[in-house]
């Protein structure tokens, strides 16, 4: 199985480390051989080849199994009236793989209980699988400015088309059958056109190819509330680009813990990419206390859906689940008193 | 001062007739006189005349001091399909009085503190002010379809000028002098042309005309975050009307209670539209439990801003504290075994 890493910038590096650390313990304990191959993108591909997404690395990761990123990004690339930026490099690789959804469990750790903002009778028992469209919606319109002075207007354009609300909403239908056989819809259908044409076709969907699946629809406003004050009602939940931006972000916030959060990005066939959901944190890039286990659960992730190895990701997870109960936390997770762990160390734990 | 009032559909007409007797309580109280006349707007107006705003209102509200709405909309237009939908009388009354800036104060009720869905130790302290930017943004962008079968294709323009961005931006900035000093923009710089340009205005703004406001900026989805796990760090917030839109409904269930929020909607000149932030609530409407507190407390940021009547709006604001010390609680508010009054009569002892 040959695996690109794109270890990206900041405290990418170091966490894309730990977790090649675990593959190779898996390879060794279960007998695969992994290919490990290293490439360039973000804003250390900017810095090097003037592109956040070289060429090269486009190449490698068509020819991969599999993709595993560390994050991209930080102060040094982040001048507004920069040529191009880190999250370019992103943006595009989702494209060129087509890569258009984006899978975001969002669980609470046993472990990490208390660590939630919100309180424990509201949060518990929360486990939602978030499906963000990733290819489409605004961020890939068409935009410009046009007019002068007090006049200049800039603009982007929020698109989707049947095929690519189709093709994620069977997506998340699919897995909500493989699991509660919830499914709940997000858009803004009472002001956006897009949103209309989301909420029409995912309704035909729904009716004539998951009759079975218990389906609902929900505004973006409201959703944004109902991850406060009810997450634990939701199971599946699909959505456009930009909306899933937010409302997974800010449902990373309920388990307490962005450092324990994987996600993967899925195209029709083909590699799949695999990170943490949190970013590159330059404010502690190079210390060595960066949390590495959100990128070892990405690993997991890959194991399981892009190498069809399930015995080796719940390996993995349960490992993790172990560290925790024993007690190990990195500085992001170290509550009262206790002693943190480095990077690596966690890493080698697991 | 004459007064119009937009009762609307589900709850709206009984909350907005309690709000009006507390209005009207002030005046005798005062010495004041309101001139009150209501007109349709919302679905009553569809039902009534095919248009959700009707000329005679808008021509109503233009002429009127100040405004005050109760809600828009519930199942009975819900239909994806149908011509207009009550959401449109509301965008357009934004739109036709140049109603450019909502704002919409988020505040820990004492008397209702363990309401609040987040721990004790991270949302004590908050007070937030948002400036949601109306009249623009992807709201109000051309839309459209074209294309046929699977690539049948609708969308929307997502559009900020200059001139839109500065003056919300400068609104923002002289509310933050009053206030702690402190403004947060918030945009999606790193993957949108109009956020781009909204990042690069508002730095020019405050740089130029507030230098002495402390000012920074945040990007959307770790605003969603923030807003969950260190609500008590912002101030006063600005943003584009789809962030708006989002992050204030997300905030608005920090104080764990829907039904005790206002917000303000106003213009360079002419009249400001007041409103209380929940919706029309059709499952309660007609049965007189409705929470008339946010609609109340509405009615006082009317007397404030549109009527320069600073004393009568901490009348009403006191008055609504008063009676929730006193263990007035409406349904929504009621909790471990407190009989609930009823909407009637939580206006009249207010
Ligand atoms: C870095 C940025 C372009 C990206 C996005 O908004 O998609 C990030 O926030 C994410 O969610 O992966
Ligand atoms: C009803 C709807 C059009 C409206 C909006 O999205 O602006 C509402 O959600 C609000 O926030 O006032």
Known sequence: HSIVLLPGDGIGPEIVTQARGVLEAVASRFGHEFAFSTHRIGGIAIDETGDPLPA?????CRAAAAILLGAVGGPKWDDPSAKTRPEAGLLRIRKELGLFANLRPIKLFDELADASPLRAEIVTGTDILFFRELT??????????????????????????????KRIVRMAAAAARERSNRLTSV????????????????????????????????????????LINRPADFDVVVTGNLFGDILTDEASMLPGSLGMLPSASLGASGPGLYEPIHGSAPDIAGKGIANPLATILAAAMMLRHSLSLNTEAEAIESAVAGVLADGLRTADLARGGVAAVSCEAMGAAV
Chains 1, 2 share one sequence.
């Open 187 to 226: 858009d803004k259908a009472n002001v956006l056109e897009p949103s209309r044409l989301w909420r029409r076709v995912a309704a035909e969907v729904m009716q004539e190819e998951f009759p079975d699946v218990n389906y609902d629809v929900v505004l973006v406003d409201a959703m944004a509330m109902h």
């Open 136 to 165: 489409g919606g605004v961020y890939f319109g068409e935009s410009g400015s046009s007019g002068e002075g007090d006049d200049e207007t800039a603009y982007q354009s929020m698109t989707y088309s049947r095929r690519e609300i």
């Open 56 to 60: 090269e690395t486009v190449e490698a």
